[in-house]
C-alpha cells in the first residue's frame, strides 16, 4: 500500500465567504456562517479518488500533535454570558487533485471569518 501524508494551514484572512451556502435542512437559515478554502493537490488523482482511501484531520494541538477526524463539531459558551452559546462545523471535501476545507459556524460575528486552522489529510492507495 501507498501513503502520502500533508499538512494544510488556512490563515484566517484566506478563508472565503460562501454567498449562497449549500442548503442542508434545518441548517438552513441566515443564523450561519459559511467559510472555505481550496488546495491544488497533484497527488489526489482519479484513481485515488475511486481506488483509494482518503482521510482528513483537524490538528487541535501542536505540542503535542493532537488529531480530530473530520467532520468535527464544537460547541462553545461564554464563560461570562452563558446563554450565549455557539457551534462550529469542520469538514473536508476531496476532488481530483483539490482538497477543500469547510467551517459553518453560527457565531455572533457573522461575517468574522474562522481563525487559523491547521490540517492534515492521508492518501492511501
Known amino acids: 500500500m501507498n501513503t502520502t501524508t500533508k499538512e494544510y494551514v488556512v490563515f484566517s484572512g484566506d478563508w472565503i465567504k460562501f454567498d449562497n ?7 438552513e437559515d441566515s443564523n450561519w456562517s459559511y467559510f472555505y478554502y481550496d488546495f491544488r493537490e497533484p497527488a489526489l ?28 463539531e464544537d460547541y462553545y459558551k461564554d464563560p461570562y454570558m452563558p446563554e450565549r452559546r455557539w457551534a462550529e ?8 487533485q483539490n482538497v477543500r476545507f469547510i467551517i459553518k459556524y453560527n457565531d455572533f460575528e457573522m461575517n468574522r471569518p474562522p481563525f487559523d486552522y491547521t490540517f492534515m489529510v492521508r492518501f492511501a492507495w
Open 89 to 96: 462545523h469542520v469538514t473536508c471535501e476531496f476532488s481530483a
Open 45 to 72: 488523482s482519479n484513481f485515488i479518488l475511486n481506488q483509494g482511501m482518503m482521510n482528513a484531520f483537524l490538528i487541535t494541538s501542536d505540542r503535542p500533535k493532537v488529531y480530530a477526524p473530520l467532520p468535527f
Open 21 to 27: 451556502p449549500p442548503a442542508e435542512d434545518e441548517l
